[in-house]
């Protein structure tokens, strides 16, 4: 075997934001745009990249280099990866790694961990190392907490294990929710947002006032709960509900914003969403709400500024696409 492609899905927090990063679950579901990763084995003993949609072409460095020097932000997560999967399963081939996405990394769909999950499955595949979800997830949580210093893996299990699931850090609890749809509106703020510093934003917050936070990831741990029963029970109208409860509780976290609020306000005002609540570290990004008249909600998002995504929640997840 000489080529691989495989692909992994983006995701969407439903239920945890936040909270999640501390030790407390969440609900993700992952959506049907993928990244793609073509992993091709070289002759030479190097690590060459073309990811055109992060503005790198020709990107070549030696095996030994790995994670030295200075490594541009687009390549990181997936030099590190590289290197760690050499550390376990050491190969004497350099191999060329082509990347493609169906969305843009400005829409917080999680791209870093797609991609690195689906670089991580290529690698497994390409050298024939039996593919075990839990194998993968360490590997790549392993590379994103060399990059970042923080994380709960919550994006990496999305990608991986693909559906809706109840999630608690570091892979503690991986359930699936056994659901096949979910009647989920997606709106872009159009703001980026910077989720690491909305993180440590939260963490410098909980350094001040860790009662008041305490209290807060407490409530949203019991709404997250609930919202797993009904969500399996597949009572929309109810995970709506839990939906509002958990925006209100962000907004008290200071992590929304007036871009998010409009957004929200805009699907709640119109009487036909059962919820709405930002997704992800806020600060812009994407909000999500739940209806049957996908149309009004989704109008109303634009009238608002938005922009309405079209993509469906409760996708597979990474899998191997083509073997050469």
Not at 29 to 36: K, N, V, W
């Amino acid at each position: 075997m000489r080529r691989v492609t495989t692909s992994a899905p983006g995701k969407l927090m439903l239920f945890g934001d936040h909270s999640v990063v501390y030790g407390h679950p969440c609900i993700v579901t992952a959506i049907d745009q993928r990244i793609s990763v073509v992993v091709e084995k070289h002759e030479e003993h190097v690590f060459a990249l073309s990811a055109p949609d992060v503005g790198l072409v020709e990107y070549k460095k030696p095996k030994n280099q790995l994670g030295l020097h200075n490594v541009p932000r687009g390549v990181t997560f997936l030099e590190t990866l590289y290197k760690v999967f050499l550390d376990r399963y050491p190969q004497n081939d350099g191999i060329f790694v082509e990347t493609k996405s169906q969305f843009s990394s400005s829409f917080g769909f999680g791209s870093s961990s797609a991609v690195t999950v689906a670089f991580g499955r290529a690698l497994m595949e390409l050298y024939e190392i039996p593919f075990v979800e839990l194998d993968l997830f360490r590997m790549c949580y392993q590379a994103v907490m060399e990059v970042q210093g923080v994380g709960s893996g919550f994006d990496i299990a999305s990608a991986i294990w693909g559906k809706t699931i109840y999630y608690v850090k570091p892979a503690k609890v991986v359930e699936p929710l056994e659901i096949e749809s979910i009647p989920l509106i997606v709106g872009f703020t159009g703001v980026k947002a910077d989720t690491a510093t909305i993180v440590r934003m939260v963490e410098e917050l909980k350094t001040r006032k860790p009662d008041f936070v305490q209290h807060i990831f407490d409530q949203i741990e019991e709404i997250t709960n609930l919202a797993r029963s009904a969500i399996s029970a597949r009572d929309w109208r109810a995970v709506g509900q839990l939906m509002n409860q958990n925006e209100e509780l962000l907004e008290e976290l200071g992590v929304s914003s007036k871009e998010l609020d409009a957004l929200i306000g805009a699907a709640k005002d119109l009487g036909e969403a059962h919820g709405a609540k930002l997704s992800g570290a806020g600060g812009g990004d994407c909000m999500i709400s739940l209806g049957e008249d996908k149309q009004k909600i989704e109008d109303a998002i634009a009238m608002k500024g938005g922009e309405p995504m079209n993509v469906m929640a409760n996708a597979g997840g990474v899998r191997v696409e083509l073997c050469e």
